[in-house]
């Protein structure tokens, strides 16, 4: 073997033996311009379908089922995003153009969701994701009054948004997190008649598991309605 040829397999070698196989290189991070691009996608290039207020909605004919599978895969990007997204998300919170299919999880009932409405359900997913629906006794659920809603209360209008947004950039998701439930839980104490003790513990507990863990917690589903485009 040459001597340059036995240099190059020992520098080949070198990166195996000190860290194991070598490691895949992670995508660059998006730029501004990138993410606005994405939040973009969430307009739907197709005629908005009609809906009621029942399990039934009515495509038009010529709508493109792969076209709006696009804009689902947009949400899903930003929501991947996390606060990245954020400002750019704030920005199209009135946008009214149509975006997406979804379905009532407990109706059952079928609407169309503008932009800004899918914008608002990616940030309040992530700010709030155990949602604003309160514990009640075992059968009793639904008679409870709702729980207190930070994104509503802090994030409702595009300027109150925007506003929240320059005291909060600076923050991780998972401290976002925390000073929501924080404020939630002191909302309730206001209120202890209105709320159950299986509340208060579920959200204790969840600001227990949040403050030990070492990111934030996982997107929920803040209105509890799916996204429906329609499968291959």
């Not at 240099?7 to 990138?34: F, M, N, R, W």
């Not at 947009?74 to 199209?92: C, E, M, S, T």
């Not at 202890?192 to 204790?204: A, Q, S």
């Given at each position: 073997m040459s001597r340059i040829v036995a240099i190059a397999?020992?520098?080949?070698?070198?990166?195996?033996?000190?860290?194991?196989?070598?490691?895949?290189?992670?995508?660059?991070?998006?730029t501004d311009a990138e993410i606005k691009a994405i939040v973009e996608q969430l307009v739907n290039p197709n005629p908005r379908p009609e809906t009621a207020k029942e399990p039934r909605i009515r495509y038009p004919k010529d709508f493109d089922h792969e076209k709006e599978r696009k804009v689902d895969a947009a949400r899903r990007k930003l929501l991947d995003?996390?606060?990245?997204?954020?400002?750019h998300l704030f920005d199209r919170w009135d946008d009214d153009r149509y975006s997406l299919v979804t379905q009532n999880g407990?109706?059952?009932?079928?609407?169309?969701?503008?932009?800004?409405?899918?914008?608002?359900?990616?940030?309040?997913?992530q700010v709030q994701p155990y949602g604003y629906w309160a514990a009640g006794k075992k059968g009793d659920q639904f008679n409870v009054p709702n729980r207190p809603s930070y994104p509503h209360e802090f994030l409702g209008s595009k300027k109150d948004?925007?506003?929240?947004?320059?005291?909060?950039?600076?923050?991780?998701?998972?401290?976002?997190q925390l000073d929501a439930i924080d404020w939630v839980i002191a909302e309730e104490a206001k209120k202890p008649k209105n709320y159950i003790d299986n509340e208060r513990n579920l959200l204790g507990e969840i600001r227990a598991d949040l403050t030990k863990s070492s990111k934030a917690m996982s997107p929920g589903n803040y209105y509890g309605s799916q996204f429906l485009p329609k499968k291959k």
């Amino acid at each position: 073997m040459s001597r340059i040829v036995a240099i190059a397999a020992i520098s080949l070698l070198v990166p195996i033996l000190a860290g194991g196989a070598a490691q895949t290189p992670k995508d660059p991070e998006p730029t501004d311009a990138e993410i606005k691009a994405i939040v973009e996608q969430l307009v739907n290039p197709n005629p908005r379908p009609e809906t009621a207020k029942e399990p039934r909605i009515r495509y038009p004919k010529d709508f493109d089922h792969e076209k709006e599978r696009k804009v689902d895969a947009a949400r899903r990007k930003l929501l991947d995003l996390g606060v990245r997204a954020f400002p750019h998300l704030f920005d199209r919170w009135d946008d009214d153009r149509y975006s997406l299919v979804t379905q009532n999880g407990t109706s059952g009932a079928f609407d169309t969701w503008d932009v800004g409405l899918v914008a608002h359900w990616i940030v309040f997913s992530q700010v709030q994701p155990y949602g604003y629906w309160a514990a009640g006794k075992k059968g009793d659920q639904f008679n409870v009054p709702n729980r207190p809603s930070y994104p509503h209360e802090f994030l409702g209008s595009k300027k109150d948004a925007l506003g929240w947004w320059e005291k909060n950039k600076d923050k991780s998701l998972q401290r976002i997190q925390l000073d929501a439930i924080d404020w939630v839980i002191a909302e309730e104490a206001k209120k202890p008649k209105n709320y159950i003790d299986n509340e208060r513990n579920l959200l204790g507990e969840i600001r227990a598991d949040l403050t030990k863990s070492s990111k934030a917690m996982s997107p929920g589903n803040y209105y509890g309605s799916q996204f429906l485009p329609k499968k291959k």
